[in-house]
């Protein structure tokens, strides 16, 4: 099944679906070598600043699959927050319920990549982090109205929230029964999500290191690794190992894999939103377990090799 074709061709009506992402929206800068880079050593490449973060990653392959997402988030009162809110309204994601910062400047990411993927990044969130009580409102006072129905509901989660504001969402009645999607972020914070290793209608999203993170546990494949998930408590997992087998495993159900084509790396920061993305995008749209593997694998390859930007 081609990527494009698939895309193109798919008559799903997105307005049926109340999809919200909530988490990180700021600007990335990204540095990318064509080479081998070692610690201390300065050698020539590109800089490029663009629009990123988590949720914004995965709201905006969403939306140019034709979704509307409603995002939820914290970005400064600062020119760079007013041009991120036009860029993400202009991609038609709904902005009305993005909290506005007055205390911090809006956040930003910058990464150092080379030809074999990321070197080193630093990410500065603190308008995310400490705006928690403010971002989440809209879920808890009714303004995004009945999220009870799981085949209807989506709220991506993307691990840039702080602790406390997944725990606070793991015990809320509000998301008892909706479909979540959860995004580790990196593995520095992936351990966050495991308050919603026992809530029903979850799919954790995750790579290999973050897995064996959050288990405990060493794995030698993603298979091995969505096990020990599943042992956790996780309903479904879907676990990603760079150019290895990709796993999907689910309680009670086969789990299914299927291996990426080699290609070379242009850029990798992003690429799991895009895989998350595609992979939810093909499933809302009538897509098998191993076909919206197959598409999610295959764009996440594309946006990797520079074929797709997002």
Same mark, same amino acid.
């Given at each position: 099944?081609?990527?494009?074709?698939?895309?193109?061709?798919?008559?799903?009506?997105?307005?049926?679906?109340?999809?919200?992402? #909530?988490?990180?929206?700021?600007?990335?800068?990204?540095?990318?070598?064509?080479?081998?880079?070692?610690?201390?050593?300065?050698?020539?490449?590109?800089?490029?600043?663009?629009?990123?973060?988590? #949720?914004?990653?995965?709201?905006? +392959?969403?939306?140019?699959?034709?979704? +509307?997402?409603?995002?939820?988030?914290?970005?400064?009162?600062?020119?760079?927050?007013?041009?991120?809110? /036009?860029?993400?309204?202009?991609?038609?994601?709904?902005?009305?319920?993005?909290?506005?910062?007055?205390?911090?400047?809006?956040? %930003?990411?910058?990464?150092?990549?080379?030809?074999?993927?990321?070197? @080193?990044?630093? @990410?500065?969130?603190?308008?995310?982090?400490?705006?928690?009580? /403010?971002? *989440?409102?809209? *879920?808890?006072?009714? %303004?995004?109205?009945?999220?009870?129905?799981?085949?209807?509901?989506?709220?991506?989660?993307?691990?840039?929230?702080?602790?406390?504001?997944?725990?606070?969402?793991?015990?809320?009645?509000?998301?008892?029964?909706?479909?979540?999607?959860?995004?580790?972020?990196?593995? @520095? +914070?992936?351990?966050?999500?495991?308050?919603?290793?026992?809530?029903?209608?979850?799919?954790?999203?995750? !790579?290999?290191? /973050?897995?064996?993170?959050?288990?405990?546990? !060493?794995?030698?494949?993603?298979?091995?690794?969505? %096990?020990?998930?599943?042992?956790?408590?996780?309903?479904?997992?879907?676990?990603?190992?760079?150019?290895?087998?990709?796993?999907?495993?689910?309680? !009670?159900? !086969?789990?299914?894999?299927?291996?990426?084509?080699?290609?070379?790396?242009?850029?990798?920061?992003?690429?799991?939103?895009?895989?998350? #993305?595609?992979?939810?995008?093909?499933?809302?749209?009538?897509?098998? %377990?191993?076909?919206?593997?197959?598409? @999610?694998?295959?764009?996440?390859?594309?946006?990797?090799?520079?074929?797709?930007?997002?």
């Amino acid at each position: 099944m081609g990527g494009y074709d698939f895309f193109g061709s798919s008559q799903m009506n997105g307005q049926d679906y109340k999809i919200i992402c #909530a988490g990180s929206v700021l600007w990335d800068i990204i540095g990318y070598v064509e080479t081998d880079l070692c610690l201390g050593e300065d050698k020539g490449g590109k800089i490029e600043r663009r629009p990123g973060g988590v #949720a914004f990653n995965i709201a905006q +392959k969403l939306s140019r699959l034709g979704l +509307k997402p409603i995002m939820l988030s914290s970005i400064g009162q600062d020119e760079d927050g007013k041009q991120l809110i /036009e860029h993400c309204k202009a991609l038609g994601c709904d902005m009305q319920y993005v909290h506005m910062c007055s205390q911090h400047t809006t956040d %930003r990411y910058m990464a150092i990549e080379d030809k074999n993927g990321l070197v @080193a990044a630093v @990410a500065d969130a603190r308008a995310l982090e400490s705006q928690g009580h /403010e971002i *989440l409102k809209p *879920l808890k006072d009714g %303004r995004l109205g009945s999220l009870e129905n799981p085949s209807k509901s989506i709220v991506i989660l993307d691990g840039n929230l702080t602790s406390e504001q997944f725990l606070d969402l793991a015990i809320s009645p509000v998301l008892s029964k909706c479909a979540l999607k959860l995004a580790p972020a990196s593995p @520095a +914070k992936v351990d966050r999500l495991r308050v919603f290793s026992s809530h029903p209608s979850t799919v954790l999203y995750c !790579n290999l290191s /973050e897995a064996e993170i959050l288990t405990g546990q !060493n794995y030698e494949s993603s298979q091995a690794a969505s %096990r020990g998930l599943l042992d956790m408590g996780f309903s479904r997992v879907v676990v990603t190992n760079g150019s290895e087998f990709a796993c999907d495993s689910e309680q !009670n159900v !086969n789990s299914i894999n299927q291996k990426p084509t080699k290609v070379s790396i242009q850029g990798v920061t992003g690429a799991g939103d895009v895989f998350m #993305a595609a992979h939810i995008f093909a499933e809302i749209s009538g897509c098998s %377990r191993q076909e919206a593997l197959d598409v @999610a694998i295959m764009s996440a390859g594309n946006y990797v090799s520079g074929k797709d930007v997002a």
